[in-house]
């Protein structure tokens, strides 16, 4: 078990620019979370995966944001049309039932 | 709103003393309570769950759960400068398909 793995670790962009980003959960978790955290803050729920259904998403989660898991197995997140303010870490939790989730080490973008 | 409330801190402890976190939370619905540790620029790491009132050890650290207060909290003895961290306490509603909410984290910072 290799753990939550996410790809890529660091990306800059510039505005206006579509970016992807991916996600590997720990292979028998059946539920998979995306959260987005700013400098000082907590992370923040976007949405969440039960194998390949997406249950929820937050209102934070706008039009230029979406998530898939096809097959329920890895996890997209693309931010389409980038603006300054999505700044932030995108990070990917996986876990079994809903119980402890783990995440990956995140994928730090940068809006220029 | 479900919120989860911290401190922010900065929290300062000498080398060797017990360090003290504390959480609220707002929703009583909530039933999993966790410890995630952050170090800067990294992702958060599970340290410590508890499902149930009272306390949990593992080895320096104890989860304190006081469902009635809607308060957690984490004491870590015997404090290592390696422990200097920001804390997130996170809860979930199981029924809520277990996503989290943070709060902000209390940096922890422990002097040699």
């Known amino acids: 078990d290799t753990g939550v793995s996410q790809d890529p670790r660091h990306k800059i962009t510039k505005r206006g620019q579509n970016v992807t980003f991916r996600c590997d959960p720990i292979?028998?978790?059946?539920?998979l979370y995306w959260y987005r955290q700013t400098l000082g803050q907590g992370p923040e729920f976007l949405t969440y995966?039960?194998?390949?259904?997406?249950?929820?998403k937050s209102r934070l989660l706008s039009d230029r944001f979406s998530a898939e898991r096809p097959k329920g197995s890895f996890s997209t997140l693309e931010i389409q049309r980038t603006e300054q303010g999505d700044s932030a870490m995108y990070l990917c939790a996986s876990s079994q039932e809903g119980i402890e989730a783990f995440f990956g080490q995140g994928t730090r973008l940068t809006v220029v | 709103q479900k919120e989860v409330e911290q401190n922010s801190g900065p929290l300062s402890v000498p080398e060797g003393a017990i360090a003290s976190l504390n959480c609220t939370y707002s929703d009583r619905g909530s039933q999993s309570f966790f410890w995630y540790r952050q170090y800067s620029g990294k992702s958060p790491e599970l340290i410590m769950s508890i499902y149930s009132n009272g306390d949990k050890e593992d080895g320096r650290f104890t989860a304190q759960l006081n469902k009635a207060s809607q308060y957690v909290s984490l004491l870590i003895r015997d404090s290592q400068p390696s422990d200097s961290a920001t804390y997130l306490c996170?809860?979930?509603?199981?029924?809520?398909?277990?996503?989290?909410?943070f709060g902000q984290g209390t940096e922890l910072s422990v002097k040699p």
């Open positions: 292979s028998e978790h059946n539920r």
């Open positions: 995966f039960q194998n390949e259904a997406q249950l929820e």
């Open positions: 996170a809860v979930n509603d199981y029924n809520q398909g277990g996503k989290l909410i």
